[in-house]
């Protein structure tokens, strides 16, 4: 049996989980950019393009559940690093790829492979962080998530050269950066090592049945499901389609100044993330996500009142710190809710619930600005996070901390 791990070695982990994470998701930041200019050298229209662009996405929400379930079986670890060479193999293929179904397989495989790696990172991290920090160390782990998305596309966008492959170069770069992460994670992770939760009256694991029943149908579950939803409804659809659109179209910014919009809004939630999970450990999920929720309410109706590039800089940076609060209360939740001795399949369920956000996110904003005008997704948008502020204040029990003891791996 491994011995638990002493403070020290947990902020190792963190941290080296941390930044593989962040090497993967530089990778996913750095061909979004190009994915559609180069899925249409292969598509004759623009309906088959989206559909490439999809295929990553809809992977990842057919996987999330079966990944969790697999890195309970052979550990966090070996599927850490598995996911990481599927993902880098995907990405390899895609800039082979010849023609569009080729291409199709190979995003469908990078999607695979990315729902195995954060599947398993997450549960990892949930697993040796101690419960009275478990909120500070979960949010590193989601900064880094985080800033890689926000930093990969513009190096994505310096990558296109003739010299480097043109349109393809960026794949062999997400695909050398992800290798690289698995060596790492390979050197840098330990095996098997698990915190001790105490034990409350049951010796073995719950079924998978009841365990997903605890996911999603409880009240507190249902709370934090949809905050999830909500919360990358929020980046998705706010921040990667309506405040591009809003910014260019409707404030006649130029496409630098939007992309200091976006980037001061990732930097503010990738800065302030600790300081959330710290505010998480000591006042708790409930008070979190009603807070988190509100002040991520009110800065999206601001959005809808800006009047100049000033203004929306201060309300995106304003919205990247209130997102960090809500990120990071329904993922600690989530955690407080989960079976210690199945982590990895009760979040696997959880994760579910962010990639039907990150999925729907931008069909929503669309459909908004289409039918009701340019500031219509953050009204929209700032409705549903209200309404989960109200939902987690009057629904939500106050969450104590999980009492099974986690089997070690």
């Known amino acids: 049996m491994e011995q638990p791990l002493s403070p020290s070695d947990v902020r190792a982990q963190v941290v080296a989980t941390s930044a593989v994470v962040f090497l993967v998701m530089l990778g996913v930041g750095i061909v979004a950019p190009i994915l559609p200019l180069y899925a249409r050298t292969f598509a004759e229209s623009y309906t088959l393009a989206g559909f490439v662009i999809s295929a990553f996405g809809l992977a990842r929400l057919l996987f999330d559940v079966p990944s969790g379930f697999l890195s309970d079986k052979l550990g966090r670890r070996p599927t850490i690093i598995t996911g990481i ?85 960026p794949f062999f770069v997400l695909s050398g950066i992800a290798l690289a992460g698995a060596i790492y994670a390979y050197f840098s992770l330990r095996p098997g090592s698990k915190r001790r939760e105490p034990i409350a009256g049951r010796a073995g694991p719950s079924s998978l049945s009841s365990i997903a029943l605890r996911m999603v149908g409880s009240r507190d579950a249902l709370v934090i499901n ?40 990732a930097m503010m939630n990738f800065l302030f993330m600790g300081r959330a999970g710290s505010l998480v450990d000591r006042l708790g999920g409930k008070r979190t996500i009603t807070y988190g929720f509100l002040s991520t309410g009110i800065t999206l109706i601001l959005f809808a009142y800006t009047w100049s590039f000033e203004s929306i ?25 989960s079976d210690p001795q199945r982590r990895g399949f009760s979040l696997g369920i959880y994760r579910l619930f962010n990639d039907i956000g990150i999925i729907s996110g931008p069909i929503i904003s669309g459909l908004l600005l289409e039918g009701y005008g340019f500031t219509s997704p953050f009204i929209g948008v700032a409705l ?26």
């Open 85 to 169: 060479l599927v993902f880098s193999l995907g990405g390899l293929l895609s800039g082979l790829a010849g023609d569009f179904y080729t291409l199709l397989g190979a995003r469908f495989l990078q999607g695979i492979g990315a729902s195995i790696y954060t599947t398993s990172a997450l549960a990892y991290v949930a697993d040796i962080a101690p419960a009275s920090s478990r909120g500070r160390y979960l949010a590193y782990y989601q900064g880094s998530f985080s800033l890689g998305v926000a930093v990969g596309p513009a190096l994505g966008g310096f990558l296109v050269r003739p010299e480097l492959g043109g349109l393809r170069g």
């Open 226 to 265: 949809l905050g999830a939803i909500v919360v990358f409804i929020s980046t998705s659809g706010i921040r990667g389609t309506a405040i591009p659109f809003f910014g260019i179209e409707h404030l006649a910014l130029n496409e630098a100044q939007v992309g200091i919009v976006l980037g001061v809004a």
């Open 313 to 337: 800089v201060l309300v995106a940076a304003l919205f990247g710190l209130a997102t960090s609060i809500a990120m990071s209360s329904v993922a600690v939740s989530a955690v407080e809710v």
């Open 384 to 409: 549903l996070s209200l309404m989960v502020s109200i939902l987690a204040a009057t629904a939500m029990s106050k969450q104590q901390t999980p009492t099974l003891e986690a089997a070690p791996e």
